[in-house]
């Protein structure tokens, strides 16, 4: 079944014309003399919404009509960017707008520029969320992403003499015309309070949740629209308020101040993103924000449920819900609640529905990132919640001792509650025990999944663990980011790749041919030009748009290892100080990162790039054949301008530790080529482009695991190899921070006497990689042709193949055409 849908306004560049002015003076009060650029921006952005919306209305009533299963992405993060160039891509009218800007003196690429980054997430996990929305809605399939309409987003970095220091990321100063406030679908929920037992209506003696703090949550509404359909899903974030708008009775009690101040606390849940993106601190409010929203979204999910549905047995038929990692998996626990407390369905029938509704999807595989309650906090924040998760794991030992009788061992691996001092919730354990799906987002990372972090569940639920491999939306990451490439991908191919990315195939044949060559790698040139340009304004630095780009743009974290990057950079300059003549290839080191503000040692890594940096940048004898640049606050935008001027990208994580990584798939489609272990996604990107256009190097998981088993020693890797013992050395000594002395010191003693990432056992053979990357590079048909390859072959990773095997294999969910 579909629905009909006829646009009621004009798409012609003088209808748009007028569109936006229409909006200039009717919604933002300015006249086209005094209007601001940023005026011009959100007016535009408006003209664009307006036929989103129009669009978003149909598809939602096409979805109502014919009852469709919908799926629920659960996420504390949605990374979204800017929304501008997708808005316009999506409403089809990308060159009508330009256009009309065009008569009117103005132009997309300025006003592009006024948008503020949305960034309600980390990195990686974030991201993929906000791909997934894109390829849910340009697949046409029914869905919703929930989360938090958080006030401050990833905080804001600046760079003070080369270290970190954190901003508050004010993304809502000045508005956005991307969202709709829903105060119509405000609910209310609670946190704290006790557990009473009281009689039922019918008499039956049960356990009530009461005297809790009720928090209002406030829903805020951004369309998200597809590429080439009508569908328009949307992102519902929730916003903390306190139910009153004052509190008359506190102001009765004890005066104005207390008022307000009851009102702040209600309003703190929203205020602002966690910025660790791996280590767990068990913070209060954290859990208080995965519960306020979760409970949220299941209220309002069963008023929606329940517009179109009698029997909550359909329930599952009607609703899918996944889980981005554990952050939301109190959702369970939640779901169980209402439909056992509340609607007072037996346990075993609210059970059933439950882990048919929901999916969870793990990201991470790093033990001090995996979400751990103590039970006393859980017990003040959500004490009847941590009854039923008793109950719960009651229930699922009882199922391990039918299994395996008497396997005490089994039971404590098992069980949902961490037994030691203080107990603990495992919430990855609740998840798989919840769900009836659990996900990896990588063939090796789903493997290790089974066989390293959960064997004895992979045992216990046969057929429950499955692989999903990421993706990316290449509407954001080659259609709008490079423009210039894109143009010439359609010139050659003809369009319909950006729906299709497996098209892309169709330009292997001209990976030899010298004249696509040359044209594909002017793209390359053209956009490091604009890189260089931008490096030239943020930070004052000059680069050769000729030399090669040498890229790792990513969180900072050790199992990253920036730092290894960094004793290659060391190593190479060493090298040209003591052999002037050594014939490299002219590079550019790019790195872009931000560090959890409380992660000294990543911290450390910043300031030690930076000190190097501008030590060799300087060195007048190095004649501009190294140099080295940081970029200061890494978000999506500046991601969308590095990714098409890179060259190689850095992929050198310790093998078995980063579960997929995206960036990779980003770069590798604009054309870089990647230097990188066999880790997380870069095994499937070998795999795709064929192992004569990539650099692998490093240890395999299993010779990690053999080394690591045998005792590691970092030590003796630094005394056996003299060019990696002086560059360690020079790092520890002053002579890149004579201003700060002792300011490296943690991180040379880390490698030398702890190297938890095994940076030093890999340190030879990466810069042996590196050696083939400059005769490569050097090699200018073969770098084009291995370059071409790479973006050919890329279709694997669009985010609609991972989506479409998400709603096929997973949620069993079909599209519905608008
Ligand atoms: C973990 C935590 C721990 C508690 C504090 C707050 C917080 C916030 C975020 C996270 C997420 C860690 C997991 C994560 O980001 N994984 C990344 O997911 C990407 C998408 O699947 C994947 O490409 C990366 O390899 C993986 O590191």
Not at 379 to 393: A, D
Not at 486 to 514: F, H, V
Not at 581 to 590: G, H, M, Q, S
Request: net charge neutral.
């Amino acid at each position: 079944e579909s629905a009909q849908f006829t646009s009621a306004i004009d798409h012609s560049v003088p209808g748009l014309k007028k569109l936006i002015k229409n909006h200039l003076k009717f919604s933002l009060a300015r006249d086209t003399q005094t209007a601001s650029r940023r005026d011009w921006w959100l007016a535009t952005s408006k003209a664009a919404q307006s036929l989103i919306i129009e669009r978003m209305i149909a598809t939602q009533t096409a979805h109502h009509r014919t009852n469709a299963k919908r799926v629920y992405y659960f996420s504390l993060e949605f990374l979204m960017g800017r929304l501008f160039s997708n808005s316009l891509y999506s409403a089809g009218i990308f060159d009508e707008i330009e256009l009309a800007l065009q008569e009117m003196g103005l132009d997309t690429e300025t006003l592009r520029k006024e948008e503020y980054d949305m960034a309600l997430g980390n990195g990686g996990l974030g991201r993929l969320a906000a791909c997934f929305l894109d390829s849910l809605a340009t697949l046409d399939l029914p869905a919703v992403g929930y989360g938090i309409h958080y006030q401050y987003g990833l905080f804001k970095q600046e760079f003070r003499n080369g270290h970190q220091v954190e901003l508050p990321d004010a993304w809502l100063t000045y508005g956005t015309p991307w969202e709709i406030v829903r105060p119509e679908h405000s609910t209310e929920v609670q946190v704290f309070g006790q557990v009473e037992n009281v009689f039922d209506d019918r008499g039956n003696y049960v356990p009530r949740w009461t005297g809790g703090k009720k928090i209002l949550g406030v829903p805020y509404d951004i369309p998200i629209p597809g590429f080439g359909t009508n569908t328009v899903n949307f992102l519902r974030l929730w916003e903390s308020r306190a139910p009153e708008e004052f509190d008359f009775e506190a102001f009765n009690r004890g005066g104005y101040g207390e008022a307000v101040r009851e009102k702040n606390v209600s309003e703190t849940i929203s205020k602002v993103l966690y910025p660790n993106d791996k280590t767990e601190s068990g913070k209060e409010l954290r859990l208080v924000q995965q519960y306020f929203f979760v409970a949220c979204s299941l209220r309002d999910i069963f008023r929606r449920f329940r517009k179109d549905n009698e029997a909550w047995e359909d329930f599952p038929e009607k609703v899918a819900i996944q889980l981005n990692d554990t952050h939301p998996a109190i959702a369970i626990v939640e779901l169980l609640r209402l439909f056992h407390d509340e609607y007072g369905m037996a346990w075993e029938k609210a059970w059933s529905i439950v882990t048919k509704t929901f999916a969870y999807t793990n990201h991470t595989l790093l033990p001090e990132a995996l979400e751990k309650w103590s039970v006393p906090l859980f017990q003040k924040v959500l004490p009847r919640h941590l009854q039923l998760i008793f109950e719960i794991n009651k229930r699922h030992l009882e199922q391990v001792e039918a299994k395996w009788p008497g396997d005490v061992h089994r039971k404590r691996v098992l069980s949902i509650i961490e037994e030691g001092h203080v107990q603990m919730v495992r919430m990855a354990h609740l998840s798989v025990v919840g769900s009836f799906s659990v996900n990896g987002v990588a063939a090796l990372h789903t493997q290790l999944l089974k066989a390293e972090l959960f064997p004895e569940f992979d045992e216990m639920f046969p057929g429950k663990f499955n692989n999903k491999t990421n993706g990316i939306t290449p509407r954001r990451w080659l259609l709008a980011c490079n423009p210039r490439l894109s143009t010439l991908i359609s010139k050659k191919i003809g369009t319909g790749w950006e729906r299709d990315l497996d098209k892309l195939r169709g330009l292997e044949q001209y990976a030899n041919d010298p004249d696509f060559q040359s044209e594909f790698m002017a793209v390359k040139h053209a956009n490091k030009v604009d890189l260089a340009r931008i490096i030239k304004t943020q930070i004052g630095i000059s680069v050769n748009p000729a030399a090669l780009f040498d890229v790792q743009i990513k969180r900072l974290h050790e199992y990253k290892r920036q730092h290894l990057n960094l004793l290659h950079i060391l190593a190479l300059y060493r090298r040209l100080l003591q052999n002037p003549d050594l014939d490299i290839a002219p590079r550019v080191f790019i790195f872009s990162a931000k560090a959890a503000p409380g992660y000294d040692l990543a911290k450390c890594i910043i300031k030690a790039i930076n000190s190097v940096g501008t030590h060799i940048n300087a060195d007048k004898r190095i004649n501009d054949r190294l140099k080295v640049v940081f970029l200061p606050n890494y978000r999506v935008s500046l991601a969308q301008r590095i990714v098409p001027a890179a060259d190689l990208s850095e992929q050198i994580s310790t093998a078995g530790k980063e579960a997929s990584g995206t960036g990779n798939m980003k770069l590798a489609l604009n054309g870089a080529l990647t230097i990188g272990t066999l880790d997380g996604a870069n095994v499937e990107i070998r795999e795709e482009v064929g192992e004569e256009n990539i650099f692998i190097c490093g240890m395999t998981v299993e010779e990690v695991t053999a080394l690591v088993k045998k005792g590691y020693r970092p030590h003796d890797f630094y005394m056996a190899n003299e060019e990696l013992r002086a560059v360690v050395d020079w790092i520890g000594s002053n002579y890149f921070t004579p201003d700060e002395p002792g300011c490296l010191r943690m991180l040379c003693d880390n490698l030398i006497y702890n190297d938890p990432f095994l940076v030093l056992a890999d340190f030879q053979s990466y810069s042996d990689s590196h050696k083939l990357v400059d005769a490569a590079f050097k090699d200018k048909p073969r770098w084009a042709k291995m370059a071409i390859m790479n973006t050919a072959r890329m279709g694997k990773f669009s985010s609609d193949r991972t989506i479409g095997q998400y709603a096929s294999e997973i949620w069993k969910l079909d599209p519905v055409k608008v």
